[in-house]
């Protein structure tokens, strides 16, 4: 009888034990963040903003014997990490595409940069990566854009009324 007391002794401790580490009486690592910025959103972060590859082609004039088999020779390739400067005002953008997944939304971006002579903007709103073309003032303008999306390669592309930096001629 008083084995079995002291193996119920010892069975009720390891249990008391055990029970303590959800009571929270654990050490945490040092890596786990202080109370109060535990689960706070940061919303002004931009993952644009990492990683950035803007391209910009500037197509050139045909020289004689230098064309290619579009007609056009692509010259100069940099990185635009800078956002026009410039008033906006009320207008259209052509979405070609909506997704979650960034590596995709860059790619179609980086497909949509040598089909289209537009702006291409890849705007984050959260979860979405949103692929947009253009800066049409005029619903006509985005309906012409938004043809010439679909006959490249684009064909869920649709008219979305967005702020536009207008043409300098306007």
């Known amino acids: 009888m008083f084995r079995l007391m002291i193996w119920v002794a010892i069975f009720f401790f390891l249990l008391l034990s055990c029970s303590t580490s959800q009571f929270g009486w654990k050490a945490e690592p040092e ?3 202080k109370k109060g910025t535990k689960g706070v959103l940061v919303e002004d972060f931009d993952p644009l903003s990492l990683n ?11 020289a004689s014997g230098s064309e290619t088999k579009e007609g056009t020779e692509m010259e100069k390739v940099t990185l635009d990490t ?3 400067s410039g008033e906006t005002v009320q207008g259209f953008r052509i979405q070609l595409l909506a997704t979650k997944d960034e590596i995709q939304a860059r790619e179609a971006r980086k497909n949509a ?3 289209f002579y537009e702006k291409v903007y890849l705007v984050f709103e ?3 990566y949103k692929l947009r073309i253009g800066d049409c003032t005029t619903k006509k303008e985005a309906e012409e854009l938004k043809m010439k999306a679909i006959q490249n390669g684009f064909p869920d592309a649709w008219i979305v009324p967005s702020k536009v930096y207008p043409s300098k001629d306007e």
């Open 113 to 115: 940069v040598f089909k």
């Open 82 to 84: 800078e956002k026009p």
């Open 31 to 33: 890596s786990v963040e």
């Open 126 to 128: 959260s979860p979405h």
């Open 52 to 62: 950035d590859d803007d391209i910009v082609i500037l197509p050139t004039e045909k």
